[in-house]
């Protein structure tokens, strides 16, 4: 009877045992499952109030309502949006800390200064956000009544005609260069450190053009305190049908926009990349989300991450040219 009862506590103990190692491989899978398991993180590289940062807050919000999470937007401004950039880069590969990047943090600023990242190695595609066309613009009382004016006057006197931007490499200045240099002209690039004293000197007529990001712009034109002259889309934007198309208005060559996307940290895993970009594709089919890009005049993209990852080596490959042909410096 004794060594009946010793067999039987035998026997429990090594169910007990087993239950034991079964429910510490178990645990484990189980919780790399529930994804996500802490608050995301949303890194913006620029300062909050801007475009960017209101990007950053509605997609954010979106993608954690969809993956019953919560996210926060951490403002990481600095070294031509590479800070932000660089911290995502060596963050976990878990998929809770995100970077809201784009054109300058993947294909602008690493061509023009030292990256200590790869834009096409150190992150994971999540999806793109969507894209902006520039739009030229000028002061309201300018002489300039069409982009054909604006050309005119630039061959009429080399260095005369200057237009401003956010600084050295921003897509300001890069549509700049890339318009005079399609149109075989000379215009004065006047590069300002960030903010908005680009556009305040614009409205005061101390600079004459601005080629602007539809995201910064579009607020002032529906305000009426600037004029369009041209704006790079395929077609007229609804919001603006009285303003041509850089194509409509003589130059079809011009095909620039800016774009915003969502990264990941390199070697992220797969289901939890996968998980992020279904969220983002179901954020911007959100009418709110829609609603709201449009009003800063963002056409929203799929989402989906294997278009992203396709169209980053091109884009990197293109705005690089476009620096080293035009010899652009960093501040």
Same mark, same amino acid.
Request: with cysteine; hydrophobic share 40%; glycine share 10%.
């Given at each position: 009877?004794?060594?009946? /009862?010793?067999?039987?506590?035998?026997?429990?103990? @090594?169910?007990?045992?087993?239950?034991?190692?079964?429910?510490?491989?178990?645990?484990?899978?189980?919780?790399?499952?529930?994804?996500?398991?802490?608050?995301?993180?949303?890194?913006? *590289?620029?300062? @909050?109030?801007?475009?960017?940062?209101?990007?950053?807050?509605?997609?954010?919000?979106?993608?954690?309502?969809?993956?019953?999470?919560?996210?926060?937007?951490?403002?990481?401004?600095?070294?031509?949006?590479?800070?932000?950039?660089?911290?995502?880069?060596?963050?976990? #590969?878990?998929?809770?800390?995100?970077?809201?990047?784009?054109?300058?943090?993947?294909?602008? !600023?690493?061509?023009?200064?030292?990256?200590?990242?790869?834009?096409?190695?150190?992150?994971?595609?999540?999806?793109?956000?969507?894209?902006?066309?520039?739009?030229?613009?000028?002061?309201?009382?300018?002489?300039? /009544?069409?982009?054909?004016?604006?050309?005119?006057? #630039?061959?009429?006197?080399?260095?005369?005609?200057?237009?401003? !931007?956010?600084?050295?490499?921003?897509?300001?200045?890069? @549509?700049?260069?890339?318009?005079?240099?399609?149109?075989?002209?000379?215009?004065?690039?006047?590069?300002?450190?960030?903010?908005?004293?680009?556009?305040?000197?614009?409205?005061?007529?101390?600079?004459?053009?601005?080629?602007?990001?539809?995201?910064?712009?579009?607020?002032?034109? /529906?305000?009426?305190?600037?004029?369009?002259?041209?704006?790079?889309?395929?077609?007229?934007?609804?919001?603006?049908?009285?303003?041509?198309?850089?194509?409509?208005?003589?130059?079809?060559?011009?095909?620039?926009?800016?774009?915003?996307?969502?990264?990941?940290?390199?070697?992220?895993?797969?289901?939890v990349v996968t998980k992020l970009s279904?969220?983002?594709?179901?954020?911007?089919?959100?009418p709110d989300v829609v609603a709201k890009?449009?009003?800063?005049?963002?056409?929203?993209?799929?989402?989906? #991450?294997?278009?992203?990852?396709?169209?980053? *080596?091109?884009?990197?490959?293109?705005?690089?040219?476009?620096?080293?042909?035009?010899?652009? /410096?960093?501040?």
């Open positions: 009877m004794n060594g009946q /009862k010793t067999a039987n506590r035998r026997t429990l103990l @090594a169910s007990a045992l087993c239950g034991a190692v079964l429910t510490s491989w178990g645990l484990p899978a189980l919780a790399q499952n529930q994804f996500p398991s802490k608050t995301m993180s949303f890194v913006v *590289p620029y300062p @909050a109030g801007g475009a960017n940062d209101m990007l950053g807050r509605l997609i954010g919000q979106k993608m954690a309502e969809t993956l019953n999470g919560t996210a926060m937007v951490d403002n990481k401004p600095g070294a031509a949006a590479m800070l932000g950039a660089s911290a995502v880069a060596r963050a976990p #590969a878990d998929g809770h800390t995100l970077l809201i990047g784009g054109l300058a943090t993947h294909a602008a !600023s690493p061509n023009m200064l030292k990256a200590d990242y790869d834009p096409l190695k150190d992150f994971e595609s999540v999806g793109m956000i969507g894209s902006a066309p520039i739009i030229a613009i000028t002061f309201n009382e300018s002489p300039y /009544k069409t982009l054909k004016d604006v050309v005119d006057a #630039a061959r009429k006197d080399p260095k005369g005609v200057m237009y401003g !931007s956010s600084g050295n490499g921003s897509p300001l200045h890069l @549509a700049g260069e890339l318009f005079t240099s399609q149109n075989k002209i000379d215009m004065t690039h006047v590069p300002y450190k960030g903010g908005n004293a680009h556009i305040m000197d614009l409205i005061g007529g101390r600079v004459p053009v601005i080629f602007d990001t539809a995201t910064n712009c579009v607020p002032l034109l /529906k305000s009426g305190k600037v004029r369009a002259l041209a704006v790079g889309a395929p077609a007229r934007l609804a919001d603006f049908p009285n303003i041509p198309t850089f194509a409509e208005a003589g130059y079809p060559q011009f095909d620039f926009s800016a774009w915003y996307a969502v990264f990941a940290p390199a070697k992220t895993p797969k289901d279904s969220a983002l594709s179901t954020a911007l089919k959100n890009l449009a009003g800063v005049g963002v056409t929203p993209a799929n989402g989906d #991450a294997a278009t992203l990852a396709k169209f980053l *080596p091109g884009e990197h490959e293109r705005i690089g040219r476009l620096i080293r042909t035009a010899n652009i /410096k960093p501040d």
